[in-house]
């Protein structure tokens, strides 16, 4: 069982920046093998912001390519997400995400999800 708590967040201006930061724990060494920041608002579903994969590899949504940046730091068990040139529709509620490799044996991936937090960017 995985837990995220997430940090950071509140309300920036246009052109500002944030930074989310989100804390696991409980995971099993090495089971991880997907990290993401997902958001919501009400006026959309709920999108793929970012992703890394325990490799290191990167995705973005276009909508924030060259704008965010997830990082990921090992020793402190935290999944960040550094947000600059910040625009009025990234404010959503933003959700950190883990993926883990099922802990039972021939059993399904296991998903977990933080409890969000809100990013609001002033137009």
């Known amino acids: 069982q995985v837990q995220l708590v997430e940090s950071g967040g509140g309300l920036a201006q246009a052109g500002g920046s944030l930074r989310l930061s989100c804390r696991y724990s409980?995971?099993?060494?090495?089971?991880?093998?997907?990290m993401a920041w997902y958001r919501r608002s009400p006026e959309k579903t709920r999108e793929l912001v970012a992703s890394?994969?325990?490799?290191?590899?990167?995705s973005y949504d276009d909508s924030v390519k060259d704008r965010f940046t997830i990082s990921r730091d090992k020793a402190k068990n935290m999944i960040d997400l550094q947000m600059n040139s910040l625009k009025p529709d990234d404010t959503a509620v933003y959700l950190c995400?883990?993926?883990?490799?099922?802990?039972?044996?021939?059993?399904?991936?296991?998903?977990?999800w933080g409890q969000g937090i809100q990013v609001t960017v002033a137009s």
């Open positions: 995400h883990v993926r883990q490799y099922g802990t039972k044996m021939d059993g399904p991936d296991e998903y977990y």
């Open positions: 409980g995971g099993i060494d090495g089971a991880i093998y997907l």
């Open positions: 890394i994969t325990s490799g290191g590899y990167t």
